[in-house]
C-alpha cells in the first residue's frame, strides 16, 4: 500500500470524473423508476415474469436435461 501511495501521493483530484459518473447514473436511475418503471410493472404480469424467467436459456438447458423432461425421465 505504501508503494501506491507514494506514486500518488493522496491527490484526491482524480475522483472528480468518478463522481460525475455515479451523479449521471443516479439520475438515470431516477429517470427510469418515475417513467419506465409503471409502466413496466403494468404491463408484466406474474404470469409472464414466470415465463420469462423459465425461458431463459440458463433454465432452458437444466430443464432439458433434468428428470422434469419426459423424453429422458428415469424409470426406477
Same mark, same amino acid.
Given at each position: 500500500?505504501?508503494?501506491? #501511495? *507514494?506514486?500518488?501521493?493522496?491527490?484526491?483530484?482524480?475522483?472528480?470524473?468518478? *463522481?460525475?459518473?455515479?451523479? #449521471?447514473?443516479?439520475?438515470? *436511475?431516477?429517470?427510469?423508476?418515475? /417513467? #419506465?418503471?409503471?409502466?413496466?410493472?403494468?404491463?408484466? /404480469?406474474?404470469? &409472464?415474469?414466470?415465463?420469462?424467467?423459465?425461458?431463459?436459456?440458463?433454465?432452458?438447458?437444466?430443464?432439458?436435461?433434468?428428470?422434469?423432461?419426459?423424453? &429422458?425421465?428415469? /424409470?426406477?
Amino acid at each position: 500500500m505504501a508503494d501506491i #501511495l *507514494a506514486i500518488d501521493e493522496n491527490d484526491r483530484s482524480d475522483e472528480r470524473g468518478f *463522481a460525475a459518473v455515479a451523479r #449521471l447514473s443516479e439520475l438515470g *436511475a431516477e429517470i427510469y423508476e418515475l /417513467t #419506465l418503471r409503471p409502466l413496466v410493472q403494468a404491463a408484466i /404480469t406474474p404470469q &409472464i415474469a414466470a415465463a420469462i424467467r423459465d425461458g431463459h436459456p440458463a433454465r432452458v438447458d437444466r430443464l432439458i436435461f433434468s428428470d422434469r423432461n419426459p423424453m &429422458i425421465a428415469i /424409470t426406477v
